[in-house]
């Protein structure tokens, strides 16, 4: 039933699509099985016939989905909540070691054991078109060319929510969405990337004209819940996200990454410059947001810190460890490792995540911008002035300001501290007995280039929390940081221990209701649908 939304020949079949979507795919195997496949928040039949004031109820509903959320309500019986946690937390939260699970879900084996659960990895990929591409539809069809800015605005949105999805699954329908054909074929990851620097030309382009014609307008200011209608904000995100796209296929295409990463920062309205740059859904006095980590971390106890993070953030005697998680109940921070036989009563007492609800939802951060600039000017790339150590000392020092960890002085001139084993409080036989790195802070002119990266890769790594799905990205683009692997490893020999998880398998639901389309995505990633196939750009 997918494919109707991929078609969306009209915005009532757009509707009636989300809605017997809704209902019949998007199961979680966590908890409120029911309460997740019904949205009350979503726009309804009478909204839409409403004149185009009401368009911007499709913003809405397009940027609460980029990270799946809900307005409907707080706590354990939201099934926002519950969504974010099937493909945020369950995925690549824990596979970058950023966060540890302590839910034995299926007795034990499930994602974090590599046994991946189909209800929990297909999820992003019907919520994607669905929350984002259903409603991107109807600006298109609706106000393309009667308010082109807010068409500028859903493009960028739309890329934003896909880059996620297509860096989760790689090929997926993309520029034949909205076919009528019998069979959505696949796109590449190639083609796809392709379209995103297409896109965001366009709605740069776009959105400076309409600036130069209304410097003052922001006709989306009770909607946006991101920057509050500020389009000068927005061309500076899609600049800043199309810098991280180039990186991101720098080992498939060096060519077109390059062109994208410079001009992304030589643009005239440039990327992020400052902390208040910073990209992150709000919570919204209009929409009423809340914050689902806090509700997956307090209220249901499944979500703690991370072993790898612990040996990072303990080894450097890091001090934004206080701003990111509680002290445990064993005294002092304590992790726990992804890919166990987890002990709830004894993990449930590690440390949690240090949020509340009313904690924004990071999308991309300033500190990102200036590592993806150190690392650009480590390959020799014209990132707007600023050598690469420079750039790394910014960013450093831009996660402390973030983060309210005091001066980076100190932690930036530290050339001997590296991270540490990892004691497990629960179970010695977990433990990580060795240093995952023997990598320093300091800056080192003279260290080769894997090393310089590894360093920027590392502090990047730790400065992007919460945002574990961009952290598992980095890992498999770069191979750094060093993650710990998972002990038990429940994939049948498909995922490969040592190199981790490199994808999610297509949903289910493609499977039955497009067949001949999911079998052209199998083709185009060169090898099985399963969690150890690599991805395009995961050429290194």
């Known amino acids: 039933m997918i494919k109707n939304i991929y078609r969306c020949l009209s915005i009532k079949r757009a509707m009636l699509a989300c809605s017997l979507i809704a209902i019949s795919v998007l199961v979680s195997c966590t908890k409120n099985f029911d309460a997740i496949n019904t949205d009350p928040t ?9 004149d185009n004031r009401y368009i911007g109820v499709f913003i809405v509903q397009m940027e609460k989905n980029v990270f799946p959320i809900s307005n409907q309500g707080t706590g354990p019986n939201n099934f926002g909540d519950e969504m974010y946690q099937i493909t945020q937390n369950l995925a690549g939260d824990i596979f970058s070691g950023q966060q540890g699970a302590t839910g034995t879900w299926f007795g034990g084996s499930n994602n974090t054991t590599y046994n991946l659960i189909p209800s929990w990895t297909g999820a992003y990929f019907d919520r994607a078109y669905i929350g984002v591409f259903a409603a991107y539809k109807t600006i298109q069809q609706t106000v393309k060319t009667q308010a082109p800015d807010v068409y500028a605005l859903a493009q960028i949105l739309k890329v934003a929510a896909f880059q996620r999805a ?17 069979t959505i074929n696949y796109d590449s990851q190639q083609v796809i990337y392709q379209s995103f620097f297409k896109e965001l030309d366009s709605a740069r382009t776009v959105l400076k004209d309409y600036l130069v014609k209304n410097p003052s307008g922001k006709p989306l200011v009770n909607y946006d819940a991101v920057y509050a209608g500020d389009y000068a904000k927005w061309i500076r995100f899609a600049n800043s996200l199309r810098l991280r796209m180039a990186m991101r296929i720098v080992y498939a295409d060096a ?25 992150a859904l709000g919570t919204y006095t209009n929409y009423n947001y809340h914050n689902p980590l806090e ?46 036989n987890v002990d709830r009563s004894g993990y449930i007492k590690c440390s949690a ?36 150590g420079i750039l790394y000392a910014q960013g450093v020092t831009a996660s402390f300001a973030q983060n309210n960890a005091g001066d980076a002085s100190g932690y930036l001139s530290d050339a001997t501290s590296t991270p540490t084993s990892y004691t497990d409080p629960v179970n010695s036989s977990n433990s990580f007995n060795s240093n995952p790195s023997n990598i320093t802070i300091k800056w080192d002119d003279n260290a080769s280039f894997e090393k310089s990266l590894e360093r920027i890769i590392t502090q990047k790594w730790i400065a992007v929390f919460p945002d574990g799905q961009e952290a598992w990205s980095e890992f498999r683009r770069t191979g750094y940081p060093k993650i710990l692997p998972v002990l038990v490893n429940n994939s ?44 395009w750009w995961d050429k290194k």
Request: a neutral charge; charged letters at 15%; one cysteine or more.
């Open 42 to 50: 979503q726009v309804t039949p009478e909204m839409l016939k409403a």
């Open 166 to 182: 297509t860096d989760m699954y790689g090929p997926m329908p993309y520029t034949r969405a909205g076919s009528s054909d019998a």
């Open 255 to 279: 060519a077109l990454a390059k062109t994208n990463a410079e001009d992304a920062v030589n643009d005239s309205y440039g990327v992020f410059t400052a902390n208040g740059d910073n990209a």
């Open 295 to 340: 509700v997956i971390t307090n209220s249901f106890g499944d979500v703690r810190m991370g072993a790898t993070m612990e040996c990072y953030l303990k080894g450097y005697n890091d001090p934004r460890i206080s701003s990111y998680f509680k002290a445990s109940d064993f005294g002092g921070y304590h992790g726990v490792r992804t890919g166990i």
């Open 353 to 388: 995540i240090n949020v509340n609800q009313t904690t924004s939802i990071p999308w991309m951060s300033y500190p990102e911008v200036l590592f993806l600039r150190a690392e650009g000017a480590l390959r020799g790339w014209n990132m707007g002035g600023g050598g690469a």
């Open 492 to 535: 049948s020999g498909t995922i490969n221990t040592t190199t981790q998880i490199r994808r999610l398998p297509f949903t289910q639901n493609q499977y039955s209701t497009n067949p001949a389309g999911v079998a052209s995505g199998v083709a185009l990633l060169g090898g099985p649908d399963n969690g150890g196939t690599k991805l």
